[in-house]
C-alpha cells in the first residue's frame, strides 16, 4: 500500500533526525547511562520532529539490543512497537481525549507492570489541548509515576500549557529547521524516489516549508511522477507559488513610482499563479529583506532569499526610504487581516494598494504621513549638498572669495576641495550594479592626501564595507597615487543641523 512520503521516510534512530543533532545527542547519553526522566516534553511548530523523536525514543527504551543510544530496528520490542502489535506504548491524541474522565482512565491503567516490554510509554500529543480539570487530574501521577512508565508530551503551543506540568517535564525545543539542512534532506530522498529535482528546486521547496520538514516532504510528493528537470523555476510553477523575480520587479517599479509597470507586473503574477492572498504574503516577505537590508550593516545572512537575489534586494534597499518601507507592509498586512472579507474585490484592492504604494499622497494613514515626511527630509539633505558643493558667486565690487569647499562637519581648518577625476571615478564605479545605485547622493573630495566620500547614512552604512571600500579607494588611487586613507562623512545629520540652524536664526 502507497505511504505518503513523510511518513514512508520517517526517521527510526536518533541519527537520521535532521537539524536535531544536539537533542538527540542527549537523549542518547541519557540511554547509555540509563539516566532518563520520567517525564519529556517536547514543543515546537508543526513537522520538526517532536512525534519522531518521541516514537524513537519509546523504541530506545525497551529495545533489547541499543546500539550507541539507537535503537537496533531487528528486536522483537522494536519491530514490534513499529508494526503497532506492542500495547505497552500508547499514542494519544489529546485534542480528541482531552476530558478529565480520558485521563482517570489513563492513570488507572498505570498500576498495571507493562506485559512484553520494560517500560509503558505514553505519547501524548498536542498536550495543550487537555482541560483544565485533565491537567489537574495528571498532576501527581505526572510528578511520581511509577518506574515502570515513561510520558513524552508534546505540543506546538506551549504557552497554554500549565506551569506546574512544565515543571514537572524535562524540556525541549525544537525550532524551525535551516533551509539548507530541509533541502539535504529533500534531495536525499528525492535521490532515493527517482525525482529529477535540482538544488536550487530543493532550496524553493525548503523555503516554503517554513522550517518544517514534513511540510517540504509533502510538497515533494507533488513531483513523483515528474519527468523533467526541477529547478529554480520549474518548482513555483508546480507548486502555484508567485515568481520571486516577477515580484522584485513590481517593488523596482515602486521604486520608481511607474504605476503602469506595477500594474503590469501584478497581472503577470495573477494570470501565471492567480492565488492573491499567497501574492500578499510574498509580498509582505520581499518588504521583509528590504528592511533588514536597510536595518544592518551585514545583511546577507538575514534575507530569505537566494543568493542570486541578493543584489537585487541591496540595490532595492538603497533606492526605497526605511519609513517607504515600513507604510508598504503595514498596509500589506492591514489588507491580509481584512483579505478574507474582501469577496469578489480582492483583485481591485490589491491593485488599489500597489497604486497608493507608488505615490504616498493617496493615502493618509501615520504611516504614509511619515513616509511623506522621509522624502521632504531627503529632498533638503540632497538640496544642502548641492548648497555645500557649489561655488559661491562672487558680488560685484568685492574681493573674489577664496576657491574653498566648506566642510560637511567641523573637524578643524583643514582645506577640502572636490577629488580632481570625480567624474572618472564616476563613469568607473557606475558599472558596479551595487555601487551605481548609490552614487547620485554622494560627492568624492579629497584632503592632506585623503580620499573622502561625503554620503547618507544609509548610503555609507553600504559602501564603507568591503568590497565597495576597497573598490572606490582602489580606483581613486589609480588616478592619485599620493592618497593614503579613504573616509566616510554622514551627511544627513549635518543637513539635518544646517537646517536647524537656519530655524533657530
Same mark, same amino acid.
Given at each position: ?60 527504551? +525497551? ?20 508494526? $503497532? ?15 478529565? $474522565? ?36 495528571? /498532576? ?27 515543571? %514537572?517535564?524535562?524540556? #525541549?525545543? #525544537? ?9 539535504? &534532506? ?12 535540482? &538544488? ?26 515528474? =519527468?523533467?528537470? /526541477? ?36 497581472? %503577470?503574477?495573477?494570470?501565471? &499563479?492567480?492565488?492573491?492572498?499567497? #501574492? ?13 537590508? @536597510? ?60 497604486? @497608493? ?49 566648506? =566642510?560637511?562637519?567641523?573637524? $578643524?581648518?583643514?582645506?577640502? @576641495? ?13 558599472? +558596479? ?10 560627492? #568624492?573630495?579629497?584632503?592632506? +592626501? ?33 592618497? =593614503? ?21
Amino acid at each position: 500500500m502507497y505511504q505518503a512520503l513523510y511518513r514512508k521516510w520517517r526517521p527510526k534512530v536518533f541519527d537520521d533526525v535532521y537539524g536535531r543533532e544536539h537533542m538527540t545527542a542527549v537523549l542518547r547519553q541519557q540511554l547509555m547511562e540509563d539516566k532518563l526522566s520520567h517525564a519529556y516534553l517536547f514543543c515546537g511548530t508543526r513537522g520538526t520532529g517532536k512525534t519522531t523523536c518521541a516514537k524513537i525514543l519509546a523504541k530506545a527504551v +525497551n529495545c533489547e539490543h541499543l546500539e550507541n543510544g539507537n535503537p537496533c530496528n531487528g528486536c522483537s520490542s522494536c519491530l514490534g512497537i513499529d508494526d $503497532g502489535t506492542i500495547l505497552d506504548v500508547v499514542e494519544m491524541d489529546a485534542a480528541s481525549n482531552n476530558g478529565v $474522565g480520558d485521563i482517570r482512565t489513563l492513570c488507572d491503567k498505570l498500576l498495571y507492570l507493562p506485559s512484553q516490554v520494560k517500560k509503558r510509554v505514553y505519547i501524548i500529543d498536542e498536550v495543550h489541548m487537555l482541560s483544565i480539570s485533565a491537567f489537574n487530574a495528571i /498532576l501527581k501521577t505526572l510528578e511520581e509515576p511509577p518506574s515502570h512508565v515513561l510520558f513524552i508530551l508534546a505540543t506546538t503551543e506551549v504557552h497554554k500549557i500549565p506551569p506546574t506540568v512544565l515543571s %514537572r517535564c524535562q524540556r #525541549f525545543d #525544537f525550532q524551525r529547521i535551516k533551509p539548507e539542512v530541509i533541502a539535504d &534532506r529533500v534531495m536525499e530522498v528525492a535521490r532515493a524516489e527517482n525525482i529529477p529535482l535540482l &538544488r536550487d528546486g530543493a532550496m524553493v521547496i525548503a523555503r516554503s516549508s517554513d522550517g518544517a520538514m514534513r511540510d517540504a516532504l509533502t510538497l515533494l510528493e507533488s513531483f513523483i511522477g515528474h =519527468t523533467g528537470p /526541477l529547478d529554480a523555476k520549474a518548482v513555483p510553477v508546480i507548486l502555484g507559488l508567485p515568481d520571486r523575480q516577477i515580484m522584485l520587479s513590481a517593488l523596482e517599479q515602486i521604486a520608481d513610482k511607474n504605476m503602469a509597470g506595477v500594474i503590469d507586473s501584478f497581472d %503577470r503574477i495573477y494570470t501565471t &499563479r492567480g492565488d492573491l492572498k499567497t #501574492f500578499l504574503l510574498d509580498l509582505i516577505k520581499a518588504l521583509r529583506d528590504l528592511m533588514i537590508a @536597510r536595518s544592518v550593516s551585514d545583511p546577507k545572512g538575514y534575507l530569505d532569499c537566494y543568493e542570486s537575489e541578493t543584489d537585487d534586494i541591496l540595490r532595492l534597499a538603497g533606492k526605497l526610504k526605511g519609513e517607504h518601507i515600513q507604510y508598504m507592509m503595514q498596509t500589506a498586512q492591514d489588507l491580509l487581516y481584512k483579505y478574507d472579507y474582501l469577496g469578489s474585490a480582492k483583485r481591485a484592492s490589491l491593485e488599489a494598494m500597489l497604486i @497608493r504604494f507608488c505615490d504616498e499622497t493617496l493615502m493618509d494613514s501615520p504611516a504614509a504621513l511619515l513616509s511623506r515626511i522621509a522624502a521632504l527630509e531627503s529632498s533638503s539633505v540632497k538640496a544642502a549638498q548641492v548648497q555645500t558643493v557649489s561655488k559661491p558667486v562672487p558680488i560685484k565690487g568685492s574681493e573674489p572669495s577664496p576657491k574653498k569647499v566648506a =566642510t560637511v562637519e567641523s573637524g $578643524g581648518n583643514t582645506e577640502r @576641495r572636490p577629488f580632481t577625476h570625480r567624474v572618472a571615478l564616476l563613469q568607473k564605479l557606475s558599472e +558596479n550594479p551595487i555601487v551605481s545605485t548609490f552614487l547620485k547622493s554622494t560627492n #568624492f573630495y579629497e584632503s592632506n +592626501n585623503r580620499l573622502e566620500v561625503a554620503c547618507e547614512s544609509f548610503t555609507m552604512s553600504i559602501l564603507e564595507q568591503d568590497p565597495y571600500k576597497t573598490l572606490i579607494f582602489d580606483l581613486a588611487k589609480s588616478w592619485q597615487p599620493n592618497l =593614503t586613507d579613504i573616509v566616510f562623512i554622514n551627511t544627513s545629520q549635518t543637513a539635518r543641523k544646517n537646517d536647524l540652524d537656519t530655524l533657530l536664526e
